[in-house]
């Protein structure tokens, strides 16, 4: 396991069309983290999960956005109904409890035209 | 809210010299510090944290202060490499929260 993977890394889709992302964090972190990154500014938190509870949502997730973790390992992104001001690059990241040293993942560029 | 943000949005220096990075936070129940590094199409990397109950702290090649009476975090990176270039991100988190606010951005660029 070398680090935390997202897949896909880059996604174009259409305004209106739903798209869903995944990360894989390091297998050994319990927490599981997404961040949304636009151009020239700092991620911006959006949700975390202790093993596969979702213990913090933040105000940037609309209803058009929802996050699992069925199983505590993998995670996945989901977000309705695609906009256009959704573009951005997705980061997940992840760590032990109690850890603020994340360890982030590359990324999906999403575009929505 | 409350967030952490940066003097410069840019910071150019010459191979071989040392960098300083400056970041003002503006919570002051942040107790928690920490920068990263973020290359061109990849996640943020962590390079150095600190904790409110220290003012300074050294890794390899680099060093974070922490001024809490102004609220100032600064990174000094220690002769400079090409490598060094990046997007750099200070963030802060307070107590138990999970969550970390981050800044704007500085871009240092190495120059030969």
């Known amino acids: 396991d070398t680090g935390v993977s997202q897949d896909p890394r880059h996604k174009i889709t259409k305004r209106g069309q739903n798209v869903t992302f995944r990360c894989d964090p390091i297998s050994e972190h319990n927490r599981l983290y997404w961040y949304r990154q636009t151009l020239g500014q700092g991620p911006e938190f959006l949700t975390y999960?202790?093993?596969?509870?979702?213990?913090?949502k933040s105000r940037l997730l609309s209803d058009r956005f929802s996050a699992e973790r069925p199983k505590g390992s993998f995670s996945t992104l989901e977000i309705q109904r695609t906009e256009q001001g959704d573009s951005a690059m997705y980061l997940c990241?992840?760590?032990?409890?109690?850890?603020?040293?994340?360890?982030f993942g590359s990324g999906t560029r999403l575009t929505v035209v | 809210g409350e967030s952490v943000g940066l003097h410069l949005p840019t910071l150019s220096v010459q191979e071989g010299d040392n960098s300083i990075i400056n970041c003002a936070y503006s919570?002051?129940?942040?107790?928690?510090f920490i920068w990263y590094k973020q290359e061109s199409g990849k996640g943020p990397q962590f390079i150095i944290d600190i904790r409110s109950n220290m003012d300074k702290r050294q890794g390899q090649r680099v060093t974070v202060l922490l001024n809490k009476t102004v609220k100032h975090l600064s990174l000094q990176i220690a002769a400079t490499q090409p490598g060094d270039s990046a997007v750099y991100f200070c963030a802060d988190a307070t107590g138990t929260a999970s969550k970390l606010t981050f800044g704007t951005g500085t871009r240092l660029q190495v120059t030969l």
């Open positions: 990241a992840s760590s032990f409890s109690d850890n603020y040293g994340y360890t």
């Open positions: 919570n002051s129940a942040s107790d928690y």
């Open positions: 999960f202790q093993n596969e509870a979702q213990l913090e």
